[in-house]
Structures are given as C-alpha cells and as structure tokens.
C-alpha cells in the first residue's frame, strides 16, 4: 500500500483528499501544519507529500526545504491558492516535484499525484543485478547466468561509478529500463532523484515543455509557468526511454544540456543551469537513423559513451529457468501464496519459442499460467496454445516419425517413415540456410535429449536407452547444454 501525506490547515481539503485519493491501494494521513508534517514524515514513511503553501506557523516553503535536508528523494507537490509566478520559481528551486493551483482540476489532480507514485516507486525499488537464487531480498531484478547477462552486469558495476552518459539498445521487452534503474541505484546519486520520461508515450509538441519546462503565455494554455523534468531531476538521474522518437527541436536542446548543463524553458531567454545525468535508451537502431538523417549525429555520439546491449531473449535461452523461477517467486509472493512449480515439458515449449516479446512477454505467460494451472504444477495444457509453433534461433520443432538408431543409419528410411528422415534433414538446412545462427547438430542434440527427459520423467537410465547412448554419455550432454531434469520451485 502506498502512503500520502497531506499537509494542509483546512479541513475540507483533508475532507477532499480522503474522498478522492484514499483506496485499499493508496493510505492518507494529515497533518494541520509543517511542524506536524515533520514530526509524521519519519513515523510513517509517506510515499509522496502533498502540502499547502500558506499555513499557519511554518510555511511551505520552510516545510519543503526542511524535507529536502533530511531527505531528497522523498516527493513533494505544492499546493496554494494564492499562486504567484515568485512562489512557484522558488517552490520548484527548493526540489518540489509540481505546484498545483486551487481550486483543483480533479483529473489533472489525479493525473500528478499518480505520476509523482510513480516515480517514488521507481526510486525505491532497488534493483538488484546480481542472481540471488534462494533468498531474493530485493523487488525488482535483472535475472541472468548466461555470458551475454554477465557482460551487461560488468557494465552496469563500471557505469555505476561514474558519471558518463550511457545509452542502452535492444529490443521491446529485455529490461532496458531495469539496467537503467540499476545503474541509477547503485551509484553516487541514488539518494538524489530519478525520473523516467518515456519520449514516445508523450505527444511532440509537449514532450519539449516536460522536459524543460515553459513560460507563462509561451503558447495557447500556459497559463502559468511550469518547471520542467530536468530542473525537477537537479543532481540526480534523469532516464530517456525511447529517445529515438525524439523530435528534432527537441534533440537540440537535449544536446546542449549534455554539451553546457543548461537550457531554455519554452518561452523563455534565461538560462537554467541543472547537474543531471543522462541515461538514454531505444529499440530503434540510430546508427540507420543518423544515416537517413533523422537523428542528430553529433547527439548521438554524446549518448553513446557507454553503449549498453541487451540482448533479446532468444539468445539466452539458458536463462529461462531461472527467469521462470524468479517470476514465479515473485508472484507467490505478492499473492502470500506458495510459488508453483512446472514440469520438464514446459521447460522445453518455453525454449522453443521465439520470444518476440522477449522477457516481458515470457512473464506474462508466467502470470497466465499460474492463473490457468488448476494445481500446484503448470503443465503444457496452461501455457497459452500458440506457443512452440515458431522456430527460434539455436532450436528445431518436434520431428515425427523414427530417429536414428541402432541398426538405422540417418541416410536410410524405413517403407513407412513420414515424413523420413532424409526429408527432415532437408528441412533442417533450409532453416539453417534462413539463419545464420542455427546449429543444426547442437540443436537437434540438446532438444532430442530434453524429449527424451520428458518423455522418461527424468529417468536418465530410460532417456539414454531411448537415445541409444550410455548414461555416462547422457550426463556429459546435459553438462554440456546445461539442461534442468527436474524443475521446481522450492
């Protein structure tokens, strides 16, 4: 549950808050003056103060900075009937998250409170990039043994003491904004602010004013001057995702705050000097992009300092298991439930499948197939019906029909194989021949042998008899592919 404070001396606004905010999601304590607000902040520990700039004893303002002493990444939005252009330059000065003019405009009301949630949610949860396989003792994690994982947590470690530009690429789903949040949590400025933008999610023409802010009057609905996310973000990390659908304009100005660590509010001729580290992010390749001269070239090289890959969930099919693992903990124990567990045949659907919607995608089937499992083990039954019918890189769809063997050499086919083998094997290198990345040999090989684990339930003395090779054999390869026989939650 989250916490709001209100700070305020009237009694029908407390009376107002509590009817619009307060939820089984979202708790409401007030206080009737700062002096009041000071003394609950340590004992309750709100996730956001929402206070009143003229009350009685202290004011405001002197209420704001005394937060900001004692802790600057707690989130405060000012309020005031009395706005003043002076009042709202010193309140935002002094670290306030928004100013807000009474009498309140309930849907822009609601529309600040839940994005300054949001962004307390993003400081708070911090993110651990190391594995801790039994004894999570963090919310949020980047979950990963392979070696392409191993050389995004390096980088993350090397990012987090200093103060360089990063840009981090890759696909829609593989956890940019999580390498983002480590890097941020894990450096000098953790107990300074962090504020995500997502370029993409806000409207061109005022994607400019968020950012930087806008003078009274700079156009049609100003009405008062509004200060901008990277003043808001002052000595703390601002984080740019999808910045590849920035608009040209406002390219510019972001070049120039990298370049000189300062900028113009829209409308406005006086420069504001801020101290914000930059970490961009986008699926989008911008090499292309500079190419066809639809980003800055010269921007681009100041983003990519430290360039930041991550790679798409196909190409760490080894770490399924343990992101399956680390979900399922994960939503037993948000429902105070026992995680479920799963069988080896759901192990091998999981691994077949492209994954085009990378990590999100593979949690949301998780969360799917806790809800449908009628037990406590997932079974293919409860994964959904389209999965494994794609072919991903470095793995081959089920093959009907006899195996090699004994006596059965690859190049001969019995009268009544279908389709035979030879048949098989021209299938295999035209997929090959479509993607250089296929391993037809490995990939048979590690998939034969997770079917023959399924098939036997994890019988190696069954599945090597079925795969015509000796148990010691058998043990070398599931070393080698790194298979998981009996996968559990514990």
Not at 98 to 109: G, S
Not at 470 to 480: E, G, N, P, V
């Amino acid at each position: 549950m989250e916490k709001l404070l209100l700070i305020d001396d009237e009694v029908d606004v407390q009376y107002s808050f509590r009817r619009i905010f307060e939820s089984p999601q979202v708790e409401i304590a007030a206080a009737s003056s700062g002096e009041e607000g000071l003394k609950l902040i340590p004992k309750i520990k709100p996730d956001l103060v929402v206070m009143d700039v003229r009350m009685g004893g202290m004011t405001g303002l002197e209420t704001l900075r005394r937060i900001r002493q004692t802790d600057a990444k707690l989130l405060v939005i000012m309020m005031t009937a009395y706005g003043t252009t002076q009042t709202a330059i010193e309140a935002m000065k002094l670290g306030a998250y928004d100013y807000l003019l009474k009498p309140f405009d309930i849907p822009k009301l609601k529309q600040v409170i839940e994005s300054a949630l949001q962004a307390a949610r993003a400081m708070k949860e911090v993110v651990s990039y190391e594995h801790l396989p039994d004894s999570e003792d963090y919310d949020v994690g980047i979950v990963g043994r392979s070696e392409v994982m191993q050389s995004v947590f390096k980088l993350i470690g090397q990012l987090a003491v200093s103060d360089a530009t990063a840009l981090i690429t890759g696909e829609s789903g593989t956890g940019k904004e999580l390498v983002a949040r480590a890097i941020y949590h894990h450096s000098k400025r953790n107990e300074k602010p962090f504020i995500a933008i997502n370029c993409a999610a806000i409207p061109e023409n005022l994607l400019e004013s968020e950012l930087f802010g806008h003078e009274r009057g700079a156009f049609t609905g100003a009405a008062t001057q509004r200060i901008g996310k990277f003043e808001q973000c002052n000595g703390g990390t601002i984080f740019l995702d999808e910045i590849g659908d920035m608009s040209p304009s406002t390219q510019t100005k972001i070049l120039r705050v990298l370049q000189s660590g300062a900028f113009e509010r829209v409308g406005g001729n006086e420069q504001v000097a801020v101290d914000v580290r930059v970490i961009a992010a986008t699926n989008k390749p911008l090499e292309q992009a500079v190419a066809a001269k639809e980003f800055r070239e010269d921007l681009f090289y100041r983003l990519n300092v430290v360039r930041v890959r991550m790679p798409p969930l196909r190409d760490r099919l080894v770490d399924i298991p343990l992101l399956v693992n680390y979900f399922l903990r994960k939503i037993g124990r948000n429902q105070k439930q026992r995680p479920k567990s799963y069988t080896p045949e759901v192990l091998a659907v999981l691994e077949r499948h492209q994954w085009p919607g990378n990590v999100r995608e593979l949690e949301n089937v998780v969360r799917r197939a806790t809800v449908m499992a009628k037990g406590d083990v997932i079974l293919p039954a409860d994964l959904p019906s389209d999965l494994g019918t794609t072919l991903p890189a470095g793995s081959v769809v089920d093959v009907p029909g006899p195996l090699p063997g004994p006596g059965r050499p690859a190049s001969q086919s019995s009268a009544g194989d279908s389709p035979d083998l030879r048949s098989v094997s021209q299938t295999l290198f035209r997929w090959a021949r479509g993607d250089s990345k296929l391993k037809i040999i490995p990939a048979v090989e590690r998939e034969l042998i997770i079917h023959a684990l399924a098939e036997t339930g994890g019988n190696q003395v069954q599945a090597a008899k079925l795969l015509g090779i000796t148990r010691a054999t058998l043990r070398k390869r599931i070393d080698k592919f790194q298979i998981k026989q009996l996968i559990s939650v514990q």
